[in-house]
Structure formats: C-alpha cells, structure tokens
C-alpha cells in the first residue's frame, strides 16, 4: 500500500522569505500522480500544484514549485517570497495512475505553516 | 470556490439523532468522495463513488451510510454516532482516470459535533 509522510509537523517562515516543506512517499507503482494541497482557516481544500511522475521536469506555479525525486520518492514544496496568505495547512498526496486504483488519494498527515509579518 | 458544495456547514447531533450530510458538484466528475479529518491525525478515505457505483469502503463502520443518486449528489446518512466521530467531514470530487485533470476538488466541509 501507499503511504505519503511529512515529516514537518509545523514551519515558519519570515515575511517575503523562502520556505521547503518535505514530504516523501513509499509506492511500487511507476506511474502516478503528487499533488500539494492547501488548506487555510477557512478549510476549503485547494490544489496549489501537480506533478505527473512521468515527467522529470518540476512543476511550477507562480511563487510555488516543487523539486521531485523520483528515485528517493521525495515530493517537497518551495514556496517563494511568502505571504500572510501563505499560512494555512499544506497536505503532500498521492494519487496512483493505475485504472484499478486510480480513485484513492492518499494524504499525508499535513504541515502547518506560519507566516511572520 | 471549487464548484464543491457541501451543506451543512456545521451540525450539532445527539448520539440519537439521525441526520445526513450533503455534498453537489457540477463539474461533471465521475467520482466523489467522502474524507474524515480529525483533529491530529491524517486525512481518511471513508468511501468512493465510481460512476455512482461505490468501488470503496474503507472499514467505516455502519453508522455511517453514503448514497450516490446521481454523478452529482452524494449523502452521508448519519444514525447513532459517536463523541469520537465528531470531525471535519469533507466532500471531494474528480473526473475518470485518462482524464486531463487528475486533482480532487473539494467542498468546503461539514464540522460534525457529536454531543
């Protein structure tokens, strides 16, 4: 079975600052789905960034991107130039590319950033 | 928005109480989800909807009943529960694998207190 860790319970980082949040993942599937999720206060879950395993290039999104290492099966999430919005809980996933399976997505237990103005 | 939407936002029952939980998406997704999020611990799968046919059950225990009437609606029915089944009940929906967007959309959530 899969499972995703982050191994960060809680961060910070300072206003207008750069912050990596961790997040690993035991599989035996080649072929799958990493996802970061992001959930403030409000706790509305939303997708802040995708990375398809095929591709060896780093998904990146405005200020988010991610350094994926497939080999190590490390999926972690740089966020530069933090914001006050920043602050919320950031869940790594994992979702398997295989028919059968496809419909389960597996979180990981959830980073809680803080963000100091 | 997310196009996820989940009513009630908030509920208060009684361990004898039956009540149910709703969550409707227009998105035109085939599958649909529903999470439990407690306090501490990870996010957890209760059950999925392929199609409107249920292809998960994660161990959940009979208390909790999930209906899929349509690609569109789901339900959680709730009877008999528990203080420890008081969390952040969680909606999500995503479309077929092969399907260009592989994420999972999410409702806003229903915290659930049982008294």
């Known amino acids: 079975a899969q499972t995703v860790t982050q191994s960060q319970p809680e961060m910070s980082v300072q206003e207008a600052e750069t912050v990596t949040l961790s997040c690993t993942y035991d599989?035996?599937?080649?072929?799958?789905?990493l996802f970061w999720y992001k959930q403030p206060p409000s706790r509305q879950m939303i997708l802040v960034i995708r990375?398809?395993?095929?591709?060896?290039q780093n998904a990146t999104e405005n200020r988010f991107s991610v350094n994926f290492q497939k080999a190590a099966k490390s999926f972690s999430l740089k966020i530069s130039d933090s914001q006050l919005g920043d602050a919320a809980m950031y869940f790594c996933?994992?979702?398997?590319?295989?028919?059968?399976?496809?419909?389960?997505?597996?979180f990981g237990p959830g980073t809680s950033l803080s963000v100091i103005p | 928005e997310t196009g996820v939407t989940q009513t009630p936002r908030h509920l208060v029952m009684g361990m004898t109480n039956k009540k149910s939980l709703k969550c409707e998406q227009h998105?035109?997704?085939?599958?649909m989800y529903w999470y439990k999020q407690s306090a501490k611990k990870p996010l957890e799968l209760m059950f999925v909807?392929?199609?409107?046919?249920?292809?998960e059950n994660n161990s959940v225990p009979s208390r909790f009943s999930p209906e899929c009437p349509n690609s569109s609606h789901l339900f959680l029915h709730l009877h008999t529960l528990q203080p420890e089944d008081s969390a952040l009940y969680l909606c999500?929906?995503?479309?077929?694998?092969?399907?260009?967007?592989?994420?999972?959309?999410f409702g806003q959530g229903t915290r659930l207190t049982v008294v």
């Open positions: 599989t035996s599937e080649s072929d799958y789905y």
């Open positions: 996933a994992y979702r398997s590319a295989w028919k059968t399976s496809y419909d389960k997505v597996i």
């Open positions: 990375q398809e395993a095929y591709k060896q």
């Open positions: 909807y392929n199609f409107k046919e249920q292809t």
């Open positions: 998105l035109g997704h085939n599958a």
């Open positions: 999500a929906s995503s479309q077929a694998a092969g399907a260009s967007l592989t994420e999972a959309f």
